[in-house]
């Protein structure tokens, strides 16, 4: 290609960023590994760790070998305290921060309570805290705000969250002017859902189902790196899957909605209404409520997770809840799920109950990371 215009430009862009991801994903690696993973040259590849070093942002390591038999390298590895992104995770009156590194290492972390009925003021107190973060700490390349409730991540506008009743509400346009970094506003839940891939090692080219049990109940399908947020940014939004349509009244105005039955409040309530005083906090006391509570929530998320394997045939489904340490519930969710679907597709399925939650603030920062190495799509396959 001739080194004029703007192709050269971008395509040499495309590479940097195809090298950071690969550098920040596999934290030790060597320039003959990244020119043999990315199809690079090593002339290439060369050139660019070179700048890298020299920018500070990349350092040479010990030579090692990747295999028995192969020939040592000289190491190289990103610095991951030269590229920092921080995550700000907003819930009904509280606030949760997280700064973290390029390992997604937790480097600062605050959480307040706040009040949030206000859009315009919780925002202004959000862009004053960036401008802190940003000031705190030097290297931030960007900062995710997520919300809960129907987000355009593009536009960075909310159309509806019914947990922090706003309405129709510009977030970006609000933020952006007073920060100086990229900003980026996205759904909680979705956020969570990149870090669950990243964590739970899932083929980053395949397709992952997230399902997160709070105080709601959301869920997001991330194909090949990218969170799908369907049409109209609703997809995932498995807490309204009607398991009942007898069921208890929802949020959204329906019946019996997954979330009625097997959110963190539901449990709660289901517990109470057993015996008083009974919590899942103080569920030993009363074991076999306990089991019976939790056999009816597996077997509602089974049938519904029958479904999404269906319509989505994810080839990973992350479930992120409160009751993953009971087995009596992991149990009930397999066999409700074996009921629901093709034995085609559950066989095919692979079920991780996760045994540390996720933290949204950290999934917003990682979606820092990931928007920055998003190669440019003018020039595909560069
Ligand atoms: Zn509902």
Redesign the pocket.
Known sequence: MKETGKGPAILRINNEKRVIAALRQQQLTSRQDLSRQLKLSKNTVSLIVDDFIAAGLVEERAPFSSSMAGRRKIGIALRPERRLSAGIMVERQHVHVRVCDAFSRVLEERTWQTSTENPQQLLAELAEHCQRLIRDHPALIGIALGFPGIIDPQRGWMHHSSHLGWQGTDLLSSLQPHVCVPLLIMNNVKAAALLSVQQMKCDPNGSSFYLRIGEGVGGALVKEGEIYTGSSWTAGEV??LIVDPNGPR?????KG?L??MISLPAVQQQFAQKAPHLRWENRTRAPAIMDALMTRAGNRLGHALGQIMLLLNPGDIMIDGPWNDHQGFIAAVRDSATQSALDFTVQRTRLHFMAQRIDPANGLALAVLEQHERIDPLLPGA
């Open positions: 807490g309204h929802c949020s959204c105005g329906r909605c979330e009625t």
